[in-house]
């Protein structure tokens, strides 16, 4: 086999099963420019490379070096070791993004991680958790434990450098994580459950941010106070602090009843009724009375069912990791790329999100405002 980058696209094209006249227009590029590559005479560029991997189902990554973009089995816990292909697949979507950006000059910026704290690894979770807070609060509007989850997404994208997705994942799989040197990703499952998928992509990013998913990681169920291993339990304990807070936790406990701290915090009876216990507020029995509430139990009881139903619905739609979709977004008007990448990223077929920006341009008052994104739902 021949080992170069033009011998794999070569590959990807035999794979195609189309000639080279045919595989050229399918991916947007003249057989002329495609020709003179093969043979040496010209380089692929950036967006050449791109086109070929997603039309041959490939990384560009693997275009350029022959490596495999994604591990063959995708680490994992509980009882999601079954769907490693599956979560390759889905991860592939994403990290196909960051190598076009990566071509093109756009790769979204990746600050320094934290310093891990000293300590058990509780104690490492809360404190990085506590940094991380203190970022937050310099550039968001109020507490980032109050924060529709959102809201509490963007922030972390711009102040931490990790993009959020949520997907379908599959079989019982909750969360995923994964991050190299160009990238730091975490998935959760679209769930109604948006109490559940808060807390899981907190966790998630406890682990990214403590270095823990250098290896793709994959978990399932993210159960507060139950999983005993030290990552997790860092993990977990930086999501309950960064949701929960001591100090504020404390504050609204002595003035709210359980069900208002509930709403207040948008987490679930269980996850707050764990950090009462864990803060010694309630005792074992208490404990165990407060956990068997529910979330829409504690928003009926304060008046705020309507809040429960938009984070519901939120939570149960499609949300791309906005950095990227923003990035690609930006090259396309640009001039630099097709919207294949996008839609790539969002999971559909290019004519498909074209017909759809048309569809939109063409509604009377559908243009969008300055800033706004048109590919947003």
């Known amino acids: 086999m021949d080992e170069s980058v033009s011998g794999r696209v070569r590959t990807v094209i035999g794979a195609a099963g189309l000639s080279h006249a045919a595989f050229a227009a399918r991916v947007g590029i003249t057989p002329d420019k495609l020709s003179k590559s093969l043979n040496g005479v010209r380089r692929f560029s950036s967006l050449d490379l791109a086109l070929i991997a997603e039309a041959g189902q490939v990384s560009v990554d693997w275009l ?6 994604v591990p063959a089995g995708v680490a994992a816990r509980g009882d999601a070791a079954a769907h490693g292909q599956s979560l390759s697949e889905r991860a592939e979507r994403y990290t196909a993004a960051y190598d076009v950006l990566d071509l093109l000059g756009r790769a979204p910026e990746l600050p320094p991680l934290p310093a891990l704290p000293e300590g058990e690894p509780e104690q490492q979770g809360e404190r990085l958790a506590a940094g991380v807070a203190e970022k937050l609060r310099r550039v968001g509007p109020e507490p980032a434990s109050l924060l529709p ?4 997404l963007a922030l972390v994208e711009q102040t931490q450098g990790v993009d959020f997705a949520v997907t379908e994942l599959p079989g019982a799989v909750d969360g995923f ?5 160009g990238f730091r990703l975490a998935l959760a499952r679209r769930d109604e459950r948006w109490t559940r998928q808060r807390f899981t992509l907190a966790h998630e990013l406890g682990h990214l941010l403590a270095g823990d998913a250098a290896q793709p990681l994959a978990e399932s169920p993210v159960a507060p106070g139950r999983q005993a291993e030290p990552d997790e339990v860092r993990a977990n304990a930086f999501a309950a602090a960064l949701l929960m807070p001591e100090a504020e936790v ?6 709210l009843d359980f069900a208002a701290v509930v709403v207040r915090f948008r987490v679930s009876p269980s996850a707050l009724a764990a950090r ?6 309630v005792d074992a029995a208490e404990h165990a009375r407060l ?3 529910t979330t829409a139990e504690c928003h009926l009881a304060t008046g705020a069912m309507d809040a429960y139903l938009r984070e519901a619905a939120l939570a149960g739609a499609e949300r791309p990791p906005a950095r990227l979709a923003d990035g690609l977004w930006s090259a396309f008007e640009a001039g630099e790329t097709t919207l294949r990448p996008l839609a790539a990223l969002l999971g559909m ?12 341009e063409e ?3 559908s243009r969008a405002e300055e800033g706004e994104l048109v590919y947003q739902p």
């Open 64 to 69: 350029l070096t022959g490596r495999q973009a």
């Open 177 to 181: 994580a994964w991050q190299e040197d």
């Open 276 to 281: 009462l216990r864990r803060l010694g507020l």
């Open 349 to 360: 077929a290019a004519d498909e999100l074209e017909a759809r920006l048309e569809q939109r």
């Open 149 to 152: 989850t959102g809201e509490l």
């Open 291 to 293: 956990r068997r509430r």
């Open 363 to 365: 509604r009377p008052g």
């Open 250 to 255: 404390r504050e609204a406990a002595s003035e």
